[in-house]
């Protein structure tokens, strides 16, 4: 069975800059890493998690609004590695980010894989 693995998260201040990283190991985890799409989602207390991006295999990309124009998502192929570089931070921001990989961007919120998450707090 593949697992995901997200590194990067952390502390930081407003109008900085996080880059997450999200591993993709075991089990067919090359498979994964060429036929699935995949992506970012963030849970705020109390809430539900929400897609913030995803990377499809044609490259295509979706961003959530509040994210357009200052996160990016790219992928490493040869490290199985997907980032999301997080520019212009602001405490709205501050959440948990999970790396999730599924066949159909479209379902991605019912990921077959997650990974187990990262923290982001972003103070002002």
């Known amino acids: 069975q593949a697992q995901l693995a997200e590194s990067g998260g952390g502390a930081a201040q407003a109008v900085g800059s996080l880059r997450l990283t999200c591993t993709v190991s075991?089990?067919?985890?090359?498979?994964?890493?060429?036929?699935?799409?995949m992506g970012w989602f963030r849970q705020f207390p109390g809430q539900e998690r929400e897609e913030v991006a995803h990377?499809?295999?044609?490259?295509?990309?979706f961003y959530d609004d509040s994210v357009k124009g200052r996160f990016s998502i790219s992928k490493d192929s040869a490290s199985k590695t997907l980032f999301l570089q997080m520019n212009s931070l602001n405490p709205d921001d501050t959440a948990k980010y999970y790396c999730a990989a599924h066949l159909v961007c479209g379902r991605l919120q019912e990921a077959s894989f997650w990974g187990q998450g990262i923290q982001v707090t972003v103070s002002s």
């Open positions: 990377l499809d295999t044609d490259k295509s990309t």
């Open positions: 075991g089990l067919r985890s090359d498979y994964i890493n060429s036929a699935y799409c």
